[in-house]
């Protein structure tokens, strides 16, 4: 799954200025335990975009409640890397 979570202004420069930012990105590391994290600016906001297993839906309220209550705007979207493309692509009827 690709995550994306862009933070609300307000919070997270609260978040910063108070010190608490780095908890917190450090916790949604230890809970999504990420292939991958990124952080950026889309739109003038903090960006968080993380790959990671999400073996089943109920996951998603622990994983994401700690980013509701932050009030970011959060997007999930299934995503392959290259080896899960190769296995699908070969499982297509021709």
Do not use: W
Not at 69 to 75: K, L, N, T, Y
């Amino acid at each position: 799954m690709l995550l994306t979570a862009h933070m609300d202004t307000e919070t997270a420069n609260r978040a910063v200025s108070d010190g608490s930012m780095t908890k917190i990105i450090q916790e949604m590391v230890e809970q999504l335990k990420p292939e991958a994290a990124y952080f950026t600016i889309q739109d003038g906001r903090r960006t968080c975009l993380m790959v990671f297993g999400m073996k089943d839906s109920a996951q998603m309220p622990p994983l994401l409640e700690p980013l509701f209550h932050a009030r970011s705007e959060i997007a999930l979207q299934p995503v392959m890397n290259l080896d899960d493309l190769r296995a699908g692509l070969g499982g297509i009827e021709r």
